[in-house]
């Protein structure tokens, strides 16, 4: 299973941007896909999750009502629509699959992609 992620950048306090994470090579076709970031202090956090369906999602509360997550089956892509950043958003952003959305809110995954940076200056 590979996962790629894109869409970081650079961007100003209350600004937005949208990171992408391409999943490919994944046999279950129902998988649980989420976001986490790590910061400069090197600490890892969840950030959000989205069910199999995308009926369901789960955000962490630092970013719950500026965050949204969602997926895209057809494109075998999960996105994270990132608004009001604030400068404590700035992190690489990992995204990744499991199997279950209470495993990836502790911190459990299956698979993991490489870090798209996020940098939000005051």
């Known amino acids: 299973v590979q996962l790629q992620a894109s869409g970081g950048g650079l961007v100003q306090a209350g600004g937005s941007l949208t990171l992408s994470c391409e999943v490919s090579?994944?046999?279950?076709?129902?998988?649980?896909a989420g976001w986490f970031r790590k910061s400069p202090r090197n600490v890892r956090e969840f950030v959000s999750a989205?069910?199999?369906?995308?009926?369901?999602?789960l955000y962490a509360d630092s970013v719950k009502g500026r965050f949204a997550i969602s997926r895209n089956h057809a494109k075998n892509t999960v996105y994270l629509q990132m608004n009001s950043l604030k400068p404590e958003d700035t992190a690489a952003y990992y995204c990744?699959?499991?199997?279950?959305?209470?495993?990836?809110?502790?911190?459990?995954?299956?698979?993991w992609g490489k870090g798209t940076l996020v940098t939000v200056s005051s």
């Open positions: 990744a699959t499991g199997g279950s959305m209470s495993a990836m809110s502790a911190g459990g995954a299956d698979y």
């Open positions: 090579g994944q046999t279950t076709p129902i998988y649980i």
């Open positions: 989205i069910s199999g369906s995308g009926g369901d999602t």
